[in-house]
């Protein structure tokens, strides 16, 4: 990121190593940043709903999953969520 700050893949990794160590208020605020960097995002709309529902806040989650159905149909993942 350092190197790189608009690479919206980067923000994304580190979306999911901040999630992957309990820290999900700045995983949704490095995917909400990936966002900011590439509108088309699905990945990204996809593990901020998971990040949101794992804050309990099950509206936004939602509204993320049906962001990354509209950017990708075929999204198993956000339609199982």
């Known amino acids: 990121i350092a190197l790189e700050p608009e690479d919206a893949d980067a923000r994304l ?5 901040l999630y992957r160590a309990g820290r999900i208020d700045d995983a949704v605020k490095a995917y909400q940043t990936a966002l900011e960097k590439r509108k088309q ?3 990204a709309y996809f593990n901020l709903g998971m990040a ?3 804050q309990g806040n ?3 989650a939602e509204k993320a999953y049906r962001e ?3 950017q990708k149909p075929s999204f198993r993942e956000a339609h199982n969520n």
């Open 13 to 17: 990794n580190l979306g999911v190593a």
């Open 41 to 43: 995002f699905p990945t």
């Open 52 to 54: 949101f529902a794992h």
């Open 58 to 60: 099950f509206e936004e």
């Open 68 to 70: 990354a159905l509209a």
